[in-house]
């Protein structure tokens, strides 16, 4: 199992950035994918997650923290083994490293943001926004 975090970098308020987890030894299909960050001083807090939806199944489920409501979109391309989180209009409170996580289920655990979930993590990605 490996996650690995790509796309971080300097942005300026306002900005947007995208972010990929590309995931290999397991499928998106069988496990959902939270994205978590990490600001110096700071408590690892949960951003976002997307998996399956366990309601009718037609579509994925998504959820977001209240910070990036509305700025951020989670997604996912199953075929290319990756998850994507695109950051727009960003703050310079966004930064911070990012990291993807694998909890062991299809949707995302109840407890979402709980660490102790996660087993499998990424190495995470620098996200800078600054003027």
């Known amino acids: 199992v490996q996650l690995v975090e790509s796309g971080g970098g300097l942005a300026q308020p306002g900005g947007s950035l995208r972010l990929s987890c590309r995931v290999s030894?397991?499928?998106?299909?069988?496990?959902?994918i939270t994205w978590f960050r990490q600001a110096p001083g700071r408590q690892r807090e949960g951003v976002s997650c997307?998996?399956?939806?366990?309601?009718?199944?037609?579509?994925?489920?998504?959820l977001y923290t209240d910070s990036v409501q509305g700025r951020f979109t989670v997604s996912r391309d199953i075929a290319k083994n990756t998850v994507y989180l695109q950051m727009n209009s960003l703050k310079p409170e966004d930064t911070a490293i990012y990291y993807c996580?694998?909890?062991?289920?299809?949707?995302?655990?109840?407890?979402?943001?709980?660490?102790?979930?996660?087993?499998?993590w990424g190495q995470g990605t620098q996200v800078t926004v600054s003027s």
């Open positions: 030894g397991f499928s998106l299909n069988d496990y959902a």
């Open positions: 996580a694998r909890p062991q289920s299809r949707a995302c655990p109840v407890v979402t943001w709980a660490h102790y979930v996660y087993e499998d």
């Open positions: 997307i998996g399956e939806r366990t309601t009718d199944y037609s579509d994925d489920s998504t």
